[in-house]
């Protein structure tokens, strides 16, 4: 058990959350989606968004069974008519009809998969958003110019997806216009590679959304833009079941690439901490009808990459697990 | 450790009244200062198996008064419909709009941790009293004229012809409310029709007037309360009734028949409107019950031991009913 989250700490992040992250202002309607799991967060966040001068209802369901259910349609219904939607859960809903239906009518949203108390206290919550903000764009518009992305790593590793036509996708931890969208504390750029299009081998060797670290590595042949077989120990018969529980080929389909950009967030095992881990990568498996793809499903799984090597039409901008595109560009570094 | 003796109440609200199915999509609809009251029925009611959402705003400023979008949008979504609030949104549009879509709703206005461990809810048999409440209301909507009097010198009489009577046993069925433990069935008078006198000498259980010290005497014509009499609680009725400046404040708008065997005169409003042995008057709005008047305020005065007749038949005399 971790020592209980300092909650003065705990207040300043909820703080950051509502006004820095979401641009809460005084009069806007505010919605806290929660689950009876993670109310306490929920409540952190009704506080600082009451302070802020809004009108805050907060909802709380069941948490979901599986990262990308559905919520209940009270839940649904509830989002539709909120201005500010911050959404802490145990199991995400960010990749849901729910929330792009939100999304579609001009709400702004702050996600939170996964999340306890002591990470509105420390860790990726204490990065500088605005600092990092130009970097993180610099990555997505390098996404969204590539037409190839070829992803290789030391333990085998070495995967091919054609990204063209596709727009890259910038999570700078802020959420301030109608219908932006962002998960917290995450900082990424990622973008939805042209379904059909994957090829080769994965070897995830971080974690997997939902299951934790990866101690032995996973093994994924892909084909045509899908996983068609996962191979390894314990962990890689689990990934398989969970795919096979979808009851969906779709959830089989490689629907992302991204690079995780938070210097404070380290692998640690929780899909939030992990995606967003300063020079991760992740290749998701399932929906992207959210950032520009064409899968819909109920399922997106995110598989995370230690020390991978990432290139965008043959430049490097990922090596070895350290960011380095930006380098070239006439971007400072980021703060450590 | 008070939870262990506030379960029984919450499960019998869940399971008896509320009558929820595993897997049925609940609602608790709750406010900040109400959480405690939220946690214990949205709890009861995932112990039936329901796929409870619980919502939480700010409290309303009146009685009536909209709750927030979202959570207005929450309701519609609702089949079962739990509403622990500290101010009243029985009479609003979000609701209306539930009830429409099929809700079964439990009206739990500022309920409290007596209410929850009365004799009125675990004590009483909803089931069996059901027979008697559709028996009343069947009376009431064939009827035509009701002569009301009490042993204290009420004698009120108004035309029913045409109104349907609500029959509120306590387990809605889709569409209904359910203001547990308050068991009662009542009409609404045609509007313009009332005419006598009217001794008031149980309770008011609003305004913080609450059981009466001594009686209000009220005289009735033409379907408007024209004259309240009486002492200081008279009086604080008298001005909330006059404050608002609306003459529809005075409409008599109800007879509401109390019909909780185990329920007892407290002050409070869900448990004194169903004391079995008593009945109450409904004054101002009326729309919310199938009448015509809207007005600011509806208030009820109980009043001890009524004899009813329909139609020149006796239908209720003290705590008996005799249909």
Redesign the interface.
Same mark, same amino acid.
Do not use: K, L, R, S
């Given at each position: 058990m971790s020592p209980p989250a300092d909650p003065l700490r705990v207040a300043a992040g909820a703080r950051k959350v509502v006004t820095q992250c979401a641009g809460l202002r005084a009069g806007e309607r505010a919605l806290v989606v929660t689950d009876y799991l993670t109310a306490e967060v929920g409540r952190a966040l009704a506080e600082a968004a009451g302070a802020a001068g809004a009108e805050v209802v907060v909802v709380v369901m069941p948490p979901r069974g599986a990262h990308g259910e559905e919520p209940p349609g009270a839940v649904r219904a509830a989002l539709a008519e909120a201005d500010v939607a911050f959404i802490p859960v145990a199991r995400s809903i960010s990749h849901t009809e729910a929330v792009r239906a939100a999304r579609s009518a001009g709400a702004r949203v702050v996600v939170m998969p996964e999340f306890e108390l002591r990470l509105l206290a420390e860790g990726g919550i204490e990065a500088d958003f605005a600092a990092l903000r130009p970097l993180v764009t610099w990555y997505a518009d390098r996404f969204g110019e590539a037409g190839e992305a070829h992803l290789t790593c030391p333990r085998g590793t070495d995967a091919r997806f054609s990204l063209a036509g596709r727009p890259g996708r910038a999570l700078t931890a802020s959420a301030l216009e109608p219908g932006a969208f962002t998960p917290l504390p995450n900082l990424e750029a990622s973008i939805a590679p042209l379904e059909g299009t994957a090829e080769g081998t994965l070897v995830v060797d971080g974690s997997v959304a939902g299951q934790g670290l990866v101690r032995t590595p996973i093994r994924l042949a892909l084909r045509g833009g899908r996983a068609v077989s996962v191979e390894g120990g314990e962990e890689a018969a689990r990934l398989r079941r969970t795919l096979e529980a979808a009851g969906d080929e779709k959830a089989w389909w490689v629907g992302e690439l991204g690079v995780g950009l938070n210097p404070k967030m380290r692998l640690t095992g929780t899909l939030l901490e992990d995606e967003g881990s300063w020079g991760t990568v992740h290749v998701a498996l399932g929906s992207n009808a959210g950032f520009g793809g064409t899968i819909a499903t109920s399922r997106h799984l995110d598989l995370v990459l230690r020390s991978a090597t990432l290139a965008l039409d043959g430049e490097v901008v990922v090596r070895e697990g350290v960011p380095v595109g930006h380098l070239r560009a006439a971007i400072p570094d980021p703060p450590r | 450790m008070k939870e262990v003796l506030l379960a029984r109440g919450a499960r019998k609200l869940a399971e008896v009244n509320g009558r929820v199915r595993p897997g049925e /999509?609940v609602?608790v609809v709750s406010d900040y200062a109400m959480g405690p009251m939220a946690l214990r029925v +949205?709890t009861a009611a995932?112990a039936c198996g329901g796929?409870?959402?619980?919502?939480?705003? /700010?409290p309303r400023e009146r009685h009536g008064q909209e709750p /927030? +979008? /979202?959570?207005?949008?929450?309701?519609?979504? +609702?089949r079962v419909l739990f509403t622990p609030v500290s101010v009243s949104i029985t009479h609003t549009r979000a609701m209306r709009a539930a009830l429409d879509r099929g809700a079964r709703a439990i009206l739990m206005t500022a309920y409290t941790e007596d209410l929850l461990r009365s004799p009125a809810l675990l004590e009483t048999d909803f089931e069996a009293q059901a027979g008697l409440c559709r028996r009343l209301g069947a009376a009431f909507t064939a009827g035509k004229r009701v002569r009301l009097t009490s042993p204290r010198g009420t004698d009120l009489r108004f035309s029913i012809e045409g109104r349907a009577a609500n029959v509120l046993t306590n387990i809605p069925e889709p569409g209904e409310l359910a203001p547990v433990p308050d068991i009662e069935v009542n009409v609404v008078p045609l509007e313009g029709t009332a005419e006598g006198r009217v001794v008031v000498d149980a309770s008011v259980p609003y305004l913080g007037i609450g059981v009466l010290r001594q009686p209000i005497l009220c005289t009735v014509e033409g379907g408007f309360i024209t004259r309240v009499e009486g002492g200081e609680q008279a009086e604080a009725l008298e001005r909330a009734l006059r404050s608002p400046g609306d003459p529809n404040c005075f409409n008599l708008a109800e007879l509401g028949v109390g019909l909780n065997p185990n329920a007892r005169l407290t002050g409070l409003m869900l448990e004194d409107e169903g004391v079995l042995g008593t009945i109450h008057l409904g004054v101002g709005t009326s729309h919310t019950l199938g009448g015509r008047v809207m007005a600011p305020t509806h208030y009820d005065l109980l009043m001890w031991e009524p004899t009813i007749e329909v139609d020149g038949r006796t239908v209720q005399r003290g705590r008996e009913v005799l249909v």
């Open positions: - | /999509p609602v +949205a995932a796929e409870v959402v619980t919502c939480f705003m /700010p /927030p +979008a /979202p959570v207005a949008a929450a309701m519609g979504e +609702a």
